[in-house]
């Protein structure tokens, strides 16, 4: 049998690194396609010019791109078998990805629990994506669980990680040369700067976006991402395609520019959650939570904490009285970015 | 309120600056989708030794692709309460785009007239594309029907600008160095000479292509044009999105290669109107009329003034016996190009 | 009349070379569109650091964009008119396609041969894609059947020419400097070396993708590919377009690397026939079964040599027992790729 039929619970070790398969060069076509997929338009990754005025050499690839791109390669080590995608913490973006640079991921396997029915488990991993120079520009932890190939197989030691409710304002990583001082508000789209967000504030981003097959199936692709649920249509007996969380996530965060266009870099992921599916047809809007703001060392450059929320049909309410997600919550993330002061 | 609702007509004064927001550098990626998004051919935009051997230094980026990201820029601070786009006129290419070039946008209010109802107004802008080094790459007159937001509010003195019927020969930039005395007419595709050309000729361009959503909402959002009715199905009571009167364009332009694959570069925007909606599921075809030819003081290098019509159904007739556009009469652009003597 | 309407079959002279229109620089934006648009994971196709641990400058562009943009300029001339494509041979890659090469192709008319029935015939053409230095990239025979515009016209004297059933191992052309003898494994996806493949070994690559109207036609364009069928849902009866059947191997090759991830580079196509027609909505699915495997001179490289088949729905079987193939299955391709031995 040479094709990877993907691993089980049973095939885990605590502690064993997991080296993805492969590495992937990502460049300016990338870039392009990621505007043509969602309406991004935070200046600083659509402008070299606006990137130079902020220090940095150039604009660098999309924060996302570097996220589905390192996440992409881990699909068919860690998920190919998975029920379901329970959730992200400890998410830091290390470095910015520049064009031209290669991206490999390594997982090491920190916790894994066997569910009492004793059919499948969830398995912890800590995720690296590393550069061409073997530094690594993305971490986070992910836990997914999976389905066990042979139920007879006993359980492994219980072991859970204890994952931090969310990234330290001190242990965000502010790319070297940032400086926000001379930054241009009227380029960027918007004059809110990080001080005219107030903890608590609720920002409906206004807009909606309907999405097609033919979208979400390129932008998946684009990250070699291989879960078939993404792309065959028999795979389901409703015969939907199930569209990619993080298609969802770069769309959510696209629309906030609408309110949050000065929230320029994504320094961390918090947490997350896939609340419910999403499919084609569903027209996809966005709120925001301000959670928190924090000072950089970086000359005019601060940080804030967002909860982003994207629904299908209105934005509204989050959980209802039972304490369970509304149905038409998508996505429920919370991540900082890099905002002038 | 962080999150733009867009101007209405009373927030608009002659002769202010809007500096629209959003630079953006384009490069080959922006170049590899126009040519999935459009059947472009014309080989001075697909080969950079063609364009080399033409005077050029390589391939510049489609004049197509400069004016929809200059354009998209306009339309949060334009047309995003815009009711009708109602014409262009005095559009002129100044430069060419060159990939890795970084593009912004500027307009100027140049008239302004409420109408007799009271509710909406239109109003008149001349946008002009700029380069990283602030140099003008293209500008154009545009105006729009937009909604007031306060009825009650007292109408503006009248200006209605005073615009070309269409761009003079003479006014027509032709880019450094263009030399077409070495043209390849057989890499070009086909053997016609603007000599060959006679005013008021007519040229079926044959071919059709049936429009898919996916791929209108690429290229849209590729220039980051943030209309929401081009991809928020919900928009409208018919459940339809509304496809990029700029779409059409770059589809009747690239199929009027099978006819005017020598028609290189575009110069001149003399005028154009988006005589009915466009909608997924419309298959596509073009025809053009030859309406003028000049010379130009470049070697070799002439100009030919044509009528680009799009249709949805078999090319025809433009108007009916009332004057008015057919129904199935998508675009009536008209415009001068640069083509070898 | 200024459009082309297409060769038929009595424009075709024996030995005629026919120089094909509209040379195209590709770039890393058409490889970020092939990621895209075909589950394409092969390492030395997806990271420049692979390929230079292979011998190579940086990352070629994947063998079948040289392939689809060399064959697409030749649509306007031979296949514009062709019932049928009938067959390739004798398919080489002569070097790798290089992240701004521009590419242009030309035939010679090798055979010519009138139906019984005096309203069409079969035109046989050796194609040559051509590099900006005139060097030939890959090169093949392919026949189609092409409608008479005048059946009075004479036919032609029958010439059929004597094609090879394969490409020798010992002509297959492999690219300067490669070098697999430090080929990383775990980075490449699989184990599996040359050595571990038997001749008759049948792999079934598991995966299906579903495809959509947009993406067949968004890569089809891509191509400058210009047949009527992929774009016009009014050219058939049937209000459907036929897919292109580049777009099917492409998506075959994808998927084979499913237990073929160490088959890096095309080098020889022997044959292939497009066995029938895809539709969107179609779930493909491949199967590949090994024919043989040879030895090469650089170091570490040997060849394989595969039959790939496309279906639609399960993987099975290949003809009936009248010798047809199977109305599910869409391809049947032959050719030889390079691995590890």
Redesign the interface.
């Known amino acids: 049998m ?4 993907g691993r089980f619970f049973e095939d885990y070790r605590l502690g064993e690194v997991i ?1 993805h ?5 990502v ?7 990621y ?5 991004a ?1 935070h ?1 600083l990754y ?5 990137a130079q005025d902020c220090g940095l050499p ?2 660098p690839l999309d924060d996302l791109i570097a996220f589905h791109v390192v996440f992409g390669k881990t699909v ?1 080590d860690v998920s190919l078998n998975a029920v379901a995608n329970l959730g992200y913490a400890e998410g830091r973006w290390l470095a910015p990805v520049w064009p ?1 640079d ?1 991206l ?1 991921s390594e997982s090491t396997v920190i916790g894994l629990k066997q569910n009492s029915n004793g059919q499948s488990g969830v398995v912890y991993v800590r995720t690296r994506g590393l550069n ?1 120079h073997d530094l690594p520009v993305l971490e986070y932890v992910r836990w997914v669980m999976v389905k066990k190939r042979d139920f007879a197989v006993a359980a492994p030691e219980a072991v859970v990680p204890d994952l931090a409710k969310s990234v330290a304002a001190a242990d965000l990583v502010i790319p070297a040369g940032l400086d926000f001082s001379r930054y241009n508000f ?5 004059p ?1 700067r990080l001080g ?1 967000y107030a903890v608590g504030e609720v ?8 999405i ?4 979400h ?3 998946t ?2 990250w ?1 991402n ?1 879960a ?1 649920v993404h ?5 389901r007996p409703d015969g939907r ?1 199930l569209i990619y969380g993080g298609h969802v996530i770069s769309l959510a965060r696209a629309l906030s520019f ?4 000065n929230a320029q870099m994504l320094v961390a992921l918090n947490g997350g959650a896939h609340a419910n599916p999403c499919f084609a ?1 569903d ?1 996809v809007r966005a709120w925001s939570e301000v959670l928190d703001r924090a000072e950089t060392s970086a000359p005019g450059v601060g940080a804030i904490r967002l909860r982003l929320v994207a629904t299908k049909g209105a934005a509204g309410a989050l959980r209802g009285a039972d304490g369970k997600y509304l149905p038409e919550v998508l996505l429920d993330l919370d991540y900082w970015a890099l905002m002038p002061v």
């Open positions: 040479k094709t990877n039929a080296v398969a492969v590495p992937r060069t460049k300016m076509g990338e870039r392009a396609l505007h043509a997929l969602y309406p338009r200046a659509s402008s070299d010019q606006f150039f604009s068919p031209g290669t490999r061409q009227a380029l960027a789209g918007e809110h005219d920002i409906d981003h206004v807009d909606g976006v309907t097609e097959e033919a979208e199936m390129l932008a692709r684009l070699q291989t078939k792309f065959d249509a028999t795979n395609r609408n309110g949050l266009a047809g027209t």
